[in-house]
């Protein structure tokens, strides 16, 4: 066969099973439950409003939750654990230096925005205690 | 008429133009957000009078994708050029896309309708005009794979999967926005950002290889074992993001073994460093050789943060923005720089853009450490009883900040307005 030909081939070959391989990775990732209880989801719209209360006020441009987000304020993924619900609602309304303010919110939207950091408050411990922490599960 | 003399004179195309300068205008906007972020960073008293972080932190990242983008765009019509193929996609039509996403993304972050998603900030829906773009382009490049495959066959195989991978992760990402199992939402969330950045890394360094190599001679395709290695940890390392979350545990494992055998990754780019780019103009050559001492960094460094008990101290911090700093302005960037340069020899004497080179790597260089230090300073503070108590001493670390930060955004606008001069036949 014509060596460029079987080059091409052989690019196509590789390019394709590696595609199939991310559908296939995609599928597992999307399934695969989680080892430590996640957050059941409950009925009507309470859950996906905190979602969007969370996200329309810009709230990961500074904050992370798992690392994940901006790095400007501190990560809140168990800020309720460790300081309280009251705590991140002072916060809210007062804007401490570097934070802004956010006192025209409604109270509702205050609301959702801290039940939605309870909910992932629940879903595990970050950042961890010590460096002894369980990476792969288990106990310290 | 040599491959690389057609490439030169087809390159003086209004497209071309356009191209380059909206490579020079996202990268300008994403300078001017990331010194803005710098100052807010360590001067938060300043959010009064400074726009809004909700804001400029979006268009940042909107800046850096949109910026790339360009840059895989006009690339990947050189190394078309190069392999004196036509191609049925337009390079202005391309081109105009990626403006209008560029512009309709920067209007509503702007007037404040962004998705608050991390890192796709522009409306969810917005997503599919660069999804749609993307999958033009991969099918454009796959009816011209012989062509490309002459120059070389490993170049346009990874070329061919970031095409591919890109829009995937885009799309994996805008399905799985409205998820509310949290722990699942962020398992898709980091593997979907992962992808997109390991598409767009993956077809930077297939261009980059399409770009240095001459007809017949370029890099064959890798051996079987080295393909294998490299298809796992493209699709399975993003476990280490998050492994402190609910995730399973057997993706962990397997996060694990994959961002491990990155080290044979590392070990070849540093022993390939010496044999590697030592042909062509001085510009482009220190740049590629800079891109491939960034890309050992950013593999080294991605090991690092994925052995667990390193995680644990430096993921979340601001070590991780450094690794992906030196991997999108170290490696991506400057490959861009370099293409963009590659087929013009007579730049060699260019006194000013060589001193920019090496300005953008001492600033890239300092930056990196700087937040490094930050990092390992916020890591070990913020497993006190008081988790916040890290704030005002990582603020400190980081006062040089904005200073390098203004600094690196100087060589890069030098080199981004020579690449514009270049078009102009100036010399």
Sequence with gaps: MNPEINSTRRVAQRATLVILGYGLYALVCARTPGDLPGISPIPGDLKQSQLHAWRANGCQSCHSLFGLGGHTGPDLTNVISRRSPEYVRTMMLAGPPGMPSFQHLEDTTIDEIVGYLSRVDQAAEYPPHSFSAPVFGGHE | ?427
């Design chain 2, 1 to 427: 008429m040599n491959s690389s003399s057609v490439a030169e004179q087809d390159s003086r195309t209004i497209a071309d133009l356009l191209g380059r300068v909206g490579i020079l205008i996202t990268l300008m906007l994403t300078l001017l957000t990331g010194i803005i972020i710098s100052v807010l960073t360590t001067r938060p008293s300043l959010t009064t009078t400074l726009p809004a972080m909700q804001t400029i932190r979006p268009l940042h990242t909107l800046g850096t994708i949109a910026l790339l983008v360009f840059g895989i765009n006009t690339l990947r019509d050189i190394a078309m050029k190069r392999a004196n193929e036509q191609g049925m996609l337009p390079h202005w039509f391309t081109t105009t896309l990626i403006l209008v996403f560029f512009i309709s993304a920067f209007l509503a972050i702007a007037a404040g309708c962004g998705s608050g998603l991390e890192y796709v900030g522009w409306p969810v829906r917005l997503t599919w005009l660069p999804v749609g773009l993307f999958a033009l382009i991969a099918i454009d490049t796959v009816r011209s794979m012989r062509s490309l495959c002459h120059l070389s066959p490993e170049g346009t195989w990874l070329l061919v999967m970031g095409l591919v991978l890109t829009p995937l992760g885009m799309i994996e990402r805008v399905v799985s926005a409205e998820d509310i199992e949290i722990t699942r939402s962020l398992t898709i969330e980091w593997h979907a950002l992962d992808t997109i950045f390991a598409g767009i890394n993956t077809a930077l360094y297939g261009l980059a290889i399409l770009l240095v190599s001459e007809p017949e001679k370029g890099r064959p395709l890798r051996a079987r074992g080295l393909y294998l290695l490299a298809a796992f940890a493209l699709l399975s390392t993003f476990g280490h993001h998050h492994y402190m979350s609910g995730q399973s545990s057997t993706l962990k494992w397997v996060a694990f073994l994959a961002s491990m055998l990155g080290m044979i990754s590392f070990v070849r780019h540093v022993w390939a460093f010496r044999r590697r780019h030592r042909r062509g103009d001085r510009v482009s050559t220190s740049l590629f050789a800079s891109a491939s001492t960034w890309t050992a960094f950013a593999v080294g460094s991605g090991v690092l943060l994925a052995v667990p008990q390193v995680n644990l101290l430096l993921h979340g911090t601001h070590a991780v923005v450094g690794h992906a700093m030196g991997a999108v302005i170290g490696a991506d960037v400057m490959i861009i720089f370099a293409g963009l340069f590659s087929p013009r020899s007579t730049l060699s004497n260019d006194r000013l853009l060589k001193r920019g080179v090496v300005v953008l790597n001492v600033s890239l260089s300092l930056m990196v450490l700087n937040l490094f230090v930050a990092g390992a300073a916020k890591g070990i503070l913020r497993m006190s009883d008081d988790p916040h108590s890290y704030l005002s001493v990582v603020r400190t670390i980081l006062s040089p900040l904005p200073i390098i930060g203004f600094s690196m955004s100087v060589s890069l606008l030098i080199l981004a307005c020579r690449s514009i001069r270049i078009r102009r036949g100036s010399y």
